[in-house]
Antibody
C-alpha cells in the first residue's frame, strides 16, 4: 500500500522560502514512476506545481519555475519542494502524489493527506 | 498553457439521478484526460484516466467519454457517497492543468 506523508512548517513569512518534504512508504522512490506536487488555496481549485523522476528529471509549472526547486532523496525515500520568495498567494494545502509510468506519468493515483502552509508575517 | 473549463461549476441532484459533467480543453488533448473526486478536507481521488479508463476499485456507475477537446464524466445513478467536487486534468501538455471543479450537491 503506497502511502505519502507531507511535512513542513505550517507558517512561512512573506519573501522567505517555503520548504516541504514528502515521505514515501510502501513503494520505492526509485520505481518507474513520476512524483508530483499539487496545491490548493483555501476554498479554491487544484494547481499542478510540477513533477520529478528519481533520476532528478523535472517538469515544472512555468508560472512557478523561477522560484521552484524539487529534489529526491533516495536514501531517505523522500521528496522535497522548495518555493522561494513566497507571498500570500502561495498560501495553500500542498499535496505530493505519485504518478504512473510512461504516458500516465501525470495520472495521480496516490496522494498524501496534504500540508497547509500559510504565508503571513 | 491548455485551459480546462468545466461546466457546470455547481449542480444539485438527488440520489439516483444521472449526472453529467463536461470538461472542455482550449486545444486538442487527444484522450489525455483524467477525472478526480475530492471531498472536503481530503485529497483528490483518481476516478478515470485516458478519458474513459476506470481506475481500479472505482464503482462502475462512473464513466468517462470524449476525445479532442470535449469530455464528459457521467455518474449513472448518484449515490450518497458521490456528493463531492470533481476535477478534470489534462496531461497532454507538459504543463499539466486542472479544470476549476464542479461541486455536486444535494437537491
Amino acid at each position: 500500500q503506497v502511502q505519502l506523508q507531507e511535512s513542513g512548517p505550517g507558517l512561512v513569512k512573506p519573501s522567505e522560502t517555503l520548504s516541504l518534504t514528502c515521505a514515501v512508504f510502501g513503494a520505492s522512490i526509485s520505481s518507474d514512476n513520476w512524483w508530483s506536487w499539487v496545491r490548493q488555496p483555501p476554498g479554491k481549485g487544484l494547481e499542478w506545481i510540477g513533477e520529478i523522476y528519481h533520476t532528478g528529471g523535472t517538469n515544472y509549472n512555468p508560472s512557478l519555475k523561477s522560484r521552484l526547486i524539487m529534489s529526491v532523496d533516495k536514501s531517505r525515500q523522500q521528496l522535497s519542494l522548495m518555493l522561494a520568495s513566497v507571498t500570500a498567494a502561495d498560501t495553500a494545502v500542498y499535496y505530493c502524489a505519485r504518478g504512473g509510468t510512461g504516458t500516465t506519468s501525470a495520472v495521480l493515483a496516490y496522494w498524501g493527506q496534504g500540508a497547509l502552509v500559510t504565508v503571513s508575517s | 498553457d491548455i485551459q480546462m473549463t468545466q461546466s457546470p461549476s455547481t449542480l444539485s441532484a438527488s440520489v439516483g439521478d444521472r449526472v453529467t459533467i463536461t470538461c472542455r480543453a482550449s486545444q486538442s488533448i487527444n484522450s489525455w484526460l483524467a477525472w478526480y473526486q475530492q471531498k472536503p478536507g481530503k485529497a483528490p481521488k483518481l476516478l478515470i484516466y485516458k478519458a474513459s479508463s476506470l481506475e481500479s476499485g472505482v464503482p462502475s456507475r462512473f464513466s468517462g467519454s470524449g476525445s479532442g477537446t470535449e469530455f464528459t464524466l457521467t455518474i449513472s445513478s448518484l449515490q450518497p457517497d458521490d456528493f463531492a467536487t470533481y476535477y478534470c486534468q489534462q496531461y497532454h501538455s507538459s504543463w499539466r492543468t486542472f479544470g476549476q471543479g464542479t461541486e455536486v450537491g444535494i437537491k
